[in-house]
């Protein structure tokens, strides 16, 4: 195996390089790098077309691809620099059909203008609306609306999910909460035709409401079968979770799969052959891209409509494309649009997962050669589940903090269960006008996702679910990966060679620990900000001691927890001794530290430490030792 049998993965790595440039190169004019990428591409035609010395062509190429990586940077950045501040009143179309939430609907706005200083100004800005007035908005309304939107705020103490970042790159940056008296005023005809996708997710989505008699089940269904995964209830998502299967709920390649196969079996019976084949599999293909569009375009479905698409036309031509070269495309796709998109979690499973299945499952299945063709069935898809979460438990633990722990049985149970599932799914989505046939196969969906969530439910009730938090530092991610790729490469390359790239790992991970363990602060204290108090976490080299003032229990799970994982300072801590000496005094003696709770002070005139820092724009920021420290808008922390 050569490298350069893959073409497209030599393109992503230097656009890869171009990427790392472009965040790294101060804004630049794109006009002019267009510019200077449109002369070297001149030069590439003529040194094809006039010259037979062409040695210069391939780093020519690659120059143009990292300047390619910085082009797309420069361009996104520039539309992210872009800020307005929204006045009121202001004009919004609704985007979305409403989202029911626990306390309220949910919605998507975009402003079409705003009034500022008595003139109206034009803008595009999205807001996040929840509501809970008893008109049902759908996609096309126009609003006129009164009240401030709000911006979305940073958060306020490290580890925390930085929700204004996720919105971020979806172009929403504000929030509005508008319980009653919507105010509708015009009906957008563009957005409200039974042509928009929009709508026809949404007529599948009442299909399945109609159809499905389990609440449970038609939540489960929307998000397996369609992608709406915002109705899910937190007890579904965690049993998911739990059981190591949240992919299944994820649309993925998994169920593009299943859509093309389903497609594919049913075009066997007619043998079709020459231009009846190629029509049909040019219909197979708009199918796969109308499902994605349906879905909502993310990384893995994209991902996988690409990969299955090459195939798809591959059968065209009796040619079956690389998995290496179809994965590294997509991905050039997806960059090319968005390359934001190499930072979302989804993206970086998605890809991971696949990498690790076609590297690691033939590796796998030497282990046992089962004798019966259902065992082997069973064996090949246990591979499969080990090779993926062999390749993404880094990240998982990274992200999530947590290691399912019965992953494999539920994989083997639920990922058949799941095909069987869409292979009734996509029938039912498709036929779904046919009155009695609909009826008939909801009643099947409806009892298979009752029976997914019993089998969800029994793991549920297993001792120890999943390993909790866990954490893993880049380097041990990034070492835990290239030990996997030595494994995969053992039977290509010299292995005295692998041998001595593995020990150089070992050691590069073990020195980077000890040095971390020396620099390691011995003592700090950390000072959270809650929506209503404070907490406080002293770590003084070997144990945890906090304290609590005023800060709800949900809230301890992503605004205080998040850090002691991050640190592994464990998570049963002490208490920190604190005595009351007025009613808004609180003082710690071991601290050497009285707060003001009333006025959201930290007196600190008898006590010695080296450094202070408040926790700003996703890092900690150095303050003066002698400054007033203020608690409340952001986490402090005092280095002892």
């Not at 890869?16 to 190169?25: I, K, N, S, W």
């Not at 800005?125 to 006129?144: A, N, R, V």
């Not at 590294?328 to 649009?337: C, H, P, R, T």
């Given at each position: 195996?050569?490298?350069?049998?893959?073409?497209?993965?030599?393109?992503?790595?230097?656009?890869?390089?171009?990427?790392?440039?472009?965040?790294?190169?101060?804004?630049?004019?794109?006009?002019?790098?267009?510019?200077?990428?449109?002369?070297?591409w001149l030069i590439y035609v003529a040194i094809i077309l006039f010259l037979k010395n062409r040695t210069w062509l391939t780093p020519l190429a690659y120059v143009q691809l990292i300047l390619a990586g910085v082009f797309v940077i420069q361009l996104h950045q520039k539309s992210d620099s872009e800020e307005t501040i929204l006045g009121?009143?202001?004009?919004?179309?609704?985007?979305?059909?409403?989202?029911?939430?626990?306390?309220?609907?949910?919605?998507?706005?975009?402003?079409?203008?705003?009034?500022?200083?008595?003139?109206?100004?034009?803008?595009?800005?999205?807001?996040?609306?929840?509501?809970?007035?008893?008109?049902?908005?759908?996609?096309?309304?126009?609003?006129?609306?009164?009240?401030?939107?709000?911006?979305?705020?940073?958060?306020?103490?490290?580890?925390?999910?930085?929700?204004?970042?996720?919105?971020?790159?979806?172009?929403?940056?504000?929030?509005?909460?508008?319980?009653?008296?919507?105010?509708?005023?015009?009906?957008?005809?563009?957005?409200?035709?039974?042509?928009?996708?929009?709508?026809?997710?949404?007529?599948?989505?009442?299909?399945?409401?109609?159809?499905?008699?389990?609440?449970?089940?038609?939540?489960?269904?929307?998000?397996?079968?369609?992608?709406?995964?915002?109705?899910?209830?937190?007890?579904?998502?965690?049993?998911?979770?739990?059981?190591?299967?949240?992919?299944?709920?994820?649309?993925?390649?998994?169920?593009?799969?299943?859509?093309?196969?389903?497609?594919?079996?049913?075009?066997?019976?007619?043998?079709?052959?020459?231009?009846?084949?190629?029509?049909?599999?040019?219909?197979?293909?708009?199918?796969?891209?109308?499902?994605?569009?349906?879905?909502?375009?993310?990384?893995?479905?994209?991902?996988?409509?690409?990969?299955?698409?090459?195939?798809?036309?591959?059968?065209?031509?009796?040619?079956?494309?690389?998995?290496?070269?179809?994965?590294?495309?997509?991905?050039?796709?997806?960059?090319?649009?968005?390359?934001?998109?190499?930072?979302?979690?989804?993206?970086?499973?998605?890809?991971?997962?696949?990498?690790?299945?076609?590297?690691?499952?033939?590796?796998?299945?030497?282990?046992?050669?089962?004798?019966?063709?259902?065992?082997?069935?069973?064996?090949?898809?246990?591979?499969?589940?080990?090779?993926?979460?062999?390749?993404?438990?880094?990240?998982?633990?990274?992200?999530?903090?947590?290691?399912?722990?019965?992953?494999?049985?539920?994989?083997?149970?639920?990922?058949?269960?799941?095909?069987?599932?869409?292979?009734?799914?996509?029938?039912?989505?498709?036929?779904?006008?046919?009155?009695?046939?609909?009826?008939?196969?909801?009643?099947?969906?409806?009892?298979?996702?009752?029976?997914?969530?019993?089998?969800?439910?029994?793991?549920?009730?297993?001792?120890?679910?999943?390993?909790?938090?866990?954490?893993?530092?880049?380097?041990?991610?990034?070492?835990?990966?290239?030990?996997?790729?030595?494994?995969?490469?053992?039977?290509?390359?010299?292995?005295?060679?692998?041998?001595?790239?593995?020990?150089?790992?070992?050691?590069?991970?073990?020195?980077?620990?000890?040095?971390?363990?020396?620099?390691?602060?011995?003592?700090?204290?950390?000072?959270?900000?809650?929506?209503?108090?404070?907490?406080?976490?002293?770590?003084?080299?070997?144990?945890?001691?906090?304290?609590?003032?005023?800060?709800?229990?949900?809230?301890?799970?992503?605004?205080?927890?998040?850090?002691?994982?991050?640190?592994?300072?464990?998570?049963?801590?002490?208490?920190?001794?604190?005595?009351?000496?007025?009613?808004?005094?609180?003082?710690?003696?071991?601290?050497?530290?009285?707060?003001?709770?009333?006025?959201?002070?930290?007196?600190?005139?008898?006590?010695?430490?080296?450094?202070?820092?408040?926790?700003?724009?996703?890092?900690?920021?150095?303050?003066?030792?002698?400054?007033?420290?203020?608690?409340?808008?952001?986490?402090?922390?005092?280095?002892?």
């Open positions: 195996m050569r490298f350069s049998e893959f073409p497209f993965l030599r393109y992503l790595i230097f656009l890869l390089l171009g990427l790392a440039l472009g965040y790294q190169v101060s804004p630049i004019l794109s006009i002019w790098l267009g510019g200077v990428m449109g002369v070297l009121t009143p202001f004009i919004a179309e609704v985007l979305q059909f409403d989202v029911e939430k626990p306390r309220s609907k949910q919605n998507l706005l975009q402003v079409h203008a705003y009034q500022k200083d008595e003139k109206w100004i034009n803008s595009s800005e999205k807001i996040l609306l929840y509501h809970q007035d008893s008109i049902t908005l759908t996609p096309g309304k126009i609003l006129f609306i009164e009240k401030e939107a709000e911006l979305i705020q940073e958060p306020k103490n490290p580890g925390e999910f930085d929700y204004k970042a996720f919105l971020q790159k979806r172009n929403i940056h504000y929030t509005l909460f508008h319980p009653v008296g919507l105010k509708v005023i015009d009906n957008h005809p563009t957005s409200n035709t039974w042509l928009s996708p929009i709508h026809w997710k949404q007529g599948l989505a009442n299909l399945i409401q109609s159809k499905l008699a389990d609440p449970q089940a038609q939540k489960v269904a929307k998000a397996l079968l369609l992608g709406q995964k915002d109705a899910l209830d937190k007890n579904i998502r965690a049993e998911f979770a739990d059981a190591g299967v949240m992919h299944v709920l994820a649309v993925s390649g998994l169920h593009v799969g299943i859509l093309v196969s389903v497609f594919l079996f049913l075009v066997k019976p007619f043998k079709l052959k020459g231009g009846k084949l190629k029509l049909y599999l040019m219909g197979v293909v708009m199918i796969i891209w109308l499902y994605a569009l349906i879905t909502g375009f993310s990384p893995s479905v994209v991902r996988a409509s690409v990969m299955f698409t090459l195939i798809t036309l591959g059968q065209m031509r009796d040619r079956k494309p690389s998995i290496f070269n179809v994965l590294a495309f997509s991905a050039i796709l997806m960059i090319a649009f968005d390359p934001e998109v190499l930072f979302e979690v989804g993206f970086q499973l998605s890809y991971v997962a696949v990498l690790g299945i076609v590297l690691l499952q033939p590796l796998i299945t030497r282990w046992w050669l089962p004798s019966s063709s259902w065992i082997e069935y069973l064996w090949q898809l246990a591979a499969v589940s080990i090779a993926a979460q062999l390749a993404t438990f880094p990240l998982t633990v990274f992200y999530f903090h947590s290691f399912p722990v019965w992953f494999l049985p539920a994989n083997l149970l639920i990922i058949p269960l799941t095909f069987l599932i869409m292979q009734i799914g996509i029938p039912f989505l498709i036929l779904g006008w046919i009155p009695f046939l609909s009826d008939f196969l909801g009643w099947i969906l409806n009892a298979f996702f009752q029976l997914e969530l019993w089998i969800l439910s029994l793991f549920k009730n297993l001792p120890v679910t999943n390993l909790d938090e866990l954490t893993i530092f880049p380097l041990t991610m990034f070492c835990v990966w290239a030990l996997l790729l030595i494994w995969a490469s053992w039977d290509l390359f010299p292995k005295k060679r692998l041998v001595y790239i593995a020990c150089f790992l070992t050691f590069l991970w073990a020195g980077n620990r000890v040095i971390y363990s020396w620099t390691k602060t011995n003592a700090e204290l950390i000072v959270y900000a809650g929506d209503k108090g404070f907490a406080l976490d002293y770590w003084d080299g070997w144990t945890l001691k906090s304290w609590n003032q005023g800060v709800a229990v949900e809230e301890l799970d992503f605004k205080v927890k998040p850090n002691r994982i991050l640190n592994g300072w464990g998570k049963w801590p002490e208490s920190l001794q604190a005595f009351s000496l007025e009613k808004n005094l609180l003082f710690f003696p071991e601290l050497e530290l009285l707060i003001d709770i009333e006025r959201g002070m930290i007196k600190h005139e008898y006590a010695s430490f080296s450094k202070v820092e408040y926790w700003q724009e996703n890092e900690w920021i150095e303050q003066e030792k002698n400054a007033p420290l203020e608690i409340g808008n952001s986490s402090v922390r005092i280095l002892f």
